[in-house]
């Protein structure tokens, strides 16, 4: 019998941090659409074998410069000493959006990746494809210090109901390092992009970013359970734009050891 643990975040929803998320193969024609049926289903899914070990280990490598070619913030990449030196974008969230992120070669040998390309080809049936030049994701390790841990609960959708109520954005991530209960990550509550109408009552006129307020009906009166998305490094994580979704720090603490290379 599988056993199911939940964590609580800021907002006193339950998530479960334990239950592996299902993970698609993009290299098999069939796994590739049960993936898609996935997401049709549930608004969110994994794809595996998108990026190989020497994949990964160049896109740190394109992100770590990145980070240390930004003027003014002397970050160094094995000195996290410096990881407190003007860390670009929201460190309360992990979102890094500024700074020209967005048309970093880190982030364009990620969007230009042909695997990912194959997915969102499959899912719109066609090779033109537009793509956001929003940024990235980072949590840094703060293990190293307790103010870089990052706040969770805060819910929201990225497509205006009013406005857009029918699907017209898939969102994506590529993971560089596995994600579960010991880094935290992107936090879900499957199935409610089948109720985005419900958030029709929220004002108008708040663009694509639509904050959910702890007690709307969408989240069943604060009974809603959240799920951590689970995935490997490497692995592309897609979800409906319309799926209530967030982050969150890290849910069971991992034993730091002693002489541990330095990264996220």
Same mark, same amino acid.
């Given at each position: 019998?599988?056993?199911?643990?939940?964590?609580?975040?800021?907002?006193?929803?339950?998530? #479960?941090?334990?239950? !592996?998320?299902?993970?698609? &193969?993009?290299?098999?024609?069939?796994?590739?659409?049960?993936?898609?049926?996935? $997401?049709?289903?549930?608004?969110?899914?994994?794809? &595996?074998?998108?990026?190989?070990?020497?994949?990964? @280990?160049?896109? @740190?490598?394109? $992100?770590?410069?990145?980070?240390?070619?930004? =003027?003014?913030?002397?970050?160094?990449?094995?000195?996290?000493?410096?990881? /407190?030196?003007?860390?670009?974008?929201?460190?309360?969230?992990?979102?890094?959006?500024?700074?020209?992120?967005?048309? &970093? #070669?880190?982030?364009?040998?990620?969007? /230009?990746?042909?695997?990912?390309?194959? +997915?969102?080809?499959?899912?719109?049936?066609?090779?033109?494809?537009?793509?956001?030049?929003?940024?990235?994701?980072?949590?840094?390790?703060?293990?190293?210090? =307790?103010?870089?841990?990052?706040?969770?609960?805060?819910?929201?959708?990225?497509?205006? =109901?009013?406005?857009?109520?029918?699907?017209?954005? +898939?969102?994506? !991530?590529? &993971?560089?390092? @596995?994600?579960?209960?010991?880094?935290?990550?992107?936090?879900?509550?499957?199935?409610?992009?089948?109720?985005?109408?419900?958030?029709?009552?929220?004002?108008?006129?708040?663009?694509?970013?639509?904050?959910?307020?702890?007690?709307?009906?969408?989240?069943?009166?604060?009974?809603?359970?959240?799920?951590?998305?689970?995935?490997?490094?490497?692995?592309?994580?897609?979800?409906?734009?319309? !799926?209530?979704?967030?982050?969150?720090?890290?849910?069971?603490?991992?034993?730091?050891?002693?002489?541990?290379?330095?990264?996220?």
């Amino acid at each position: 019998m599988t056993t199911i643990q939940y964590g609580t975040d800021e907002k006193g929803i339950r998530i #479960d941090h334990t239950t !592996l998320t299902p993970r698609y &193969s993009v290299t098999n024609d069939e796994s590739l659409n049960e993936g898609i049926a996935y $997401l049709n289903e549930h608004g969110y899914t994994v794809f &595996s074998d998108i990026l190989s070990q020497e994949e990964i @280990k160049t896109n @740190k490598d394109l $992100l770590w410069n990145f980070f240390e070619n930004i =003027p003014g913030c002397h970050i160094r990449r094995n000195d996290s000493e410096t990881w /407190s030196n003007f860390w670009p974008g929201f460190p309360t969230s992990g979102v890094v959006n500024n700074c020209g992120i967005g048309q &970093s #070669d880190f982030m364009w040998n990620i969007r /230009s990746n042909r695997k990912v390309k194959r +997915v969102f080809t499959r899912i719109w049936n066609t090779n033109e494809l537009l793509v956001s030049f929003d940024g990235c994701g980072v949590f840094r390790n703060w293990h190293y210090d =307790p103010k870089w841990k990052t706040n969770g609960g805060w819910y929201h959708v990225d497509q205006n =109901p009013i406005e857009k109520p029918d699907r017209c954005c +898939v969102q994506g !991530l590529v &993971s560089l390092m @596995k994600q579960n209960e010991t880094t935290g990550g992107l936090i879900i509550i499957p199935n409610t992009h089948l109720r985005f109408a419900e958030l029709n009552d929220l004002p108008r006129g708040r663009g694509d970013f639509i904050r959910i307020p702890h007690n709307h009906r969408i989240l069943d009166g604060d009974q809603a359970i959240a799920k951590l998305v689970q995935c490997q490094a490497g692995d592309l994580v897609l979800w409906d734009s319309r !799926l209530v979704h967030c982050n969150a720090p890290a849910f069971v603490t991992k034993q730091q050891n002693e002489g541990e290379p330095v990264d996220f």
